[in-house]
């Protein structure tokens, strides 16, 4: 049995601008009974009175109202909620000790809550909004389960947490000084040394903070999460930013510190990094910005499984209509037609650091990812295509004309909303038909039209610019990491949305991106950067996507099998039978396994 609810999403309802329909047709509301509400201005649902009809869905002209089908059993396991048509989280990840716990979910069904009630930041109300939260009514609450212990040392002050959060892009505008200075404040383990160089951050120790890339951040921050002396690491989205090499190096970091007899609990949108990392999973699952319910802990690869199709067996409950289905790569499609860009050998030296690039073209309506190590000359490439740097040697022999360049580093700066950003960064061509039905709509933006630009998470700002970007008039459009903290569901979908987009309209794209899956996703072709960070640099002309991914792995020096029931790449653990097989025949990407 489900309960079917109104949900009022009260940063999109705007009842100034509003006839207030959603009140005037409500069938109880003509019974003289009140279960569409406004007080002082705000939107309320009167839950208990509801019957799920869905008039108020059809009558709201902002998209505001949804009905959503909440597992009625699960009203018993209610362990937070903000307030009476806020946000509800149902149950809570278990942490285990000497393991990592990976949670992944689409981005708004409670992730961050959960971290945030895991830290001891928040107590959780247990859904009683009459009283203050209550640490005992807490553990009274959990007596009996496996996390009882877990919370019991965490509010009796016997079990110390350090947080990773999500948002390094914050950074460079709280924290001032050199990056070594901020390490050795943060040091309670002594492990400096040893933290530096297994996240390779020997060159930036001289580096004031508003001086480092985006990756270097990422890393920074999590040094000084590592370098507390606590019991639990909550690690929020550790990946982003950094490349293929980096997360690696990552990764194993993050399981040596398990393997000390620590707690750790890990939120990532790169499938394949939390895949890699985990030891077991927990699913989020849910109506973003309504509700969201953990699964108790699986094995990996069942419980990204359950993620992926949508359906949780042990529980007969359906969270998706549809699975995710990833397909096997194919070969790169041949196009015929005359090159929008061409370019001969070009090099160039820059600031010490030397690029090569062998001979090239793209082509009209079709994606070129772009994959490399940070620091490799991918920017270099991009800035010599768009003029504004001129090769030492070689030329761009058909230049690409206008181009629309979505950058990696994007703030929420705009006063508007988003309707206005894209009217002022497109014009009119932002709301038409193939906009709204290709891009608007599929992305979830459409229902965001009256919200405001800096209200937005990072994942709906993400995909505000991309498609700002693709939406402008241009001959080539160059769009650097675009799944940076959007989840797993919309980073395929954002793919899709691409390649299909491009395809459309006939233009060609170049995407960079360090998610193996998006740019799996995402490419006709693939160009592949080599060489030595900060020094110098080599790239391939574009190539069939498979020989690409090949060469690339190759040089991260790990190998990808494919999973027989969802098609999802999965890296293999380092000198497996698997791994040692595959470098030996020279598949390093999606050999079909179980």
Not at 187 to 215: A, C, F, P
Not at 248 to 270: P, T
Not at 493 to 501: D, E
Not at 567 to 587: A, F, H, M, T, W
Request: contains cysteine; glycine residues 8%.
């Amino acid at each position: 049995m489900v309960l079917r609810v109104a949900v009022i999403d009260r940063d999109i309802c705007n009842p100034d601008k509003c006839n207030h329909e959603c009140q005037r047709f409500c069938p109880p509301v003509k019974m003289g009974i009140m279960a569409v509400e406004f007080i002082e201005g705000e939107p309320y649902i009167n839950e208990p009175l509801c019957i799920g009809c869905g008039i108020c869905v059809n009558k709201c002209p902002f998209n505001a109202i949804t009905i959503v089908n909440l597992p009625q059993q699960l009203e018993t396991d209610l362990i937070h909620q903000y307030d009476v048509n806020g946000f509800r989280l149902f149950r809570l990840p278990t942490p285990l000790k000497g393991q990592v716990l990976g949670i992944v979910g689409r981005n708004g069904t409670g992730k961050s809550t959960a971290i945030k009630i895991l830290s001891g930041r928040l107590i959780p109300n247990l859904g009683n909004l009459e009283k203050e939260a209550d640490k005992d009514a807490v553990l009274d609450y959990l007596s009996g389960t496996q996390l009882y212990y877990y919370f019991k040392d965490l509010y009796d002050g016997r079990l110390r947490v350090s947080y990773k959060p999500q948002e390094v892009y914050l950074t460079p505008r709280i924290v001032k000084g050199r990056v070594i200075d901020l390490l050795r404040k943060a040091d309670e383990t002594g492990e400096i040394d040893y933290m530096v160089e297994r996240l390779n951050l020997g060159n930036s120790l001289d580096k004031d903070v508003k001086n480092l890339s985006g990756g270097e951040v990422q890393r920074l921050v999590l040094a000084a999460a590592l370098l507390k002396d606590a019991d639990a690491y909550l690690i929020d989205e550790p990946s982003s930013f950094n490349d293929v090499f980096e997360r690696m190096a990552i990764a194993r970091l993050i399981s040596e510190i398990a393997q000390r007899g620590k707690y750790v609990v890990l939120v990532d949108h790169d499938l394949a990094f939390l895949d890699y990392v985990s030891d077991q999973v927990s699913v989020v699952y849910g109506e973003p910005g309504t509700y969201g319910i953990f699964t108790r802990n699986e094995s990996v690869r069942t419980g990204i499984n359950i993620f992926l199709d949508g359906y949780i067996p042990g529980d007969n409950i359906r969270f998706r209509d549809k699975k995710i289905v990833f397909e096997k790569p194919q070969p790169s499609h041949k196009v015929e037609e005359t090159p929008i860009l061409k370019y001969t050998r070009l090099s160039k030296t820059l600031n010490g650091f030397h690029l090569e690039v062998e001979e090239g073209e793209i082509y009209n309506g079709e994606v070129v990812g772009v994959v490399g190590q940070n620091a490799t000359g991918k920017t270099t490439f991009f800035r010599m295509l768009v003029g504004e740097l001129e090769p030492d040697e070689g030329e761009i022999i058909v230049g690409p004309g206008r181009i629309a360049y979505k950058p990696q580093y994007i703030r929420p700066e705009y006063e508007g909303t988003v309707q206005d950003f894209l009217l002022e960064k497109v014009g009119s061509r932002a709301l038409s038909g193939q906009a709204v039905d290709n891009l608007l709509k599929p992305l979830n933006l459409y229902k965001l039209l009256e919200r405001r630009v800096k209200d937005l998470s990072g994942g709906e700002l993400q995909k505000l610019y991309v498609s700002a970007t693709l939406l402008m008039e241009a001959d080539l459009y160059l769009l650097d990491e675009p799944s940076a903290f959007i989840d797993v569901e919309d980073r395929l979908v954002l793919a899709n949305a691409i390649n299909k987009f491009i395809k459309l309209s006939g233009k060609p794209a170049a995407v960079i991106d360090h998610d193996l899956i998006m740019v799996d996703a995402v490419s006709d072709r693939i160009i592949v950067f080599k060489g030595e960070p900060s020094r110098r640099g080599y790239a391939t002309k574009p190539m069939d996507k498979i020989d690409a991914m090949n060469t690339f792995l190759k040089e991260v020096g790990v190998t990808l099998r494919r999973d027989r029931h969802s098609g999802r790449p999965r890296i293999n653990k380092p000198d497996s039978r698997l791994d040692r097989y595959q470098k030996e025949i020279g598949e390093y990407y999606f050999l079909e396994t179980n």
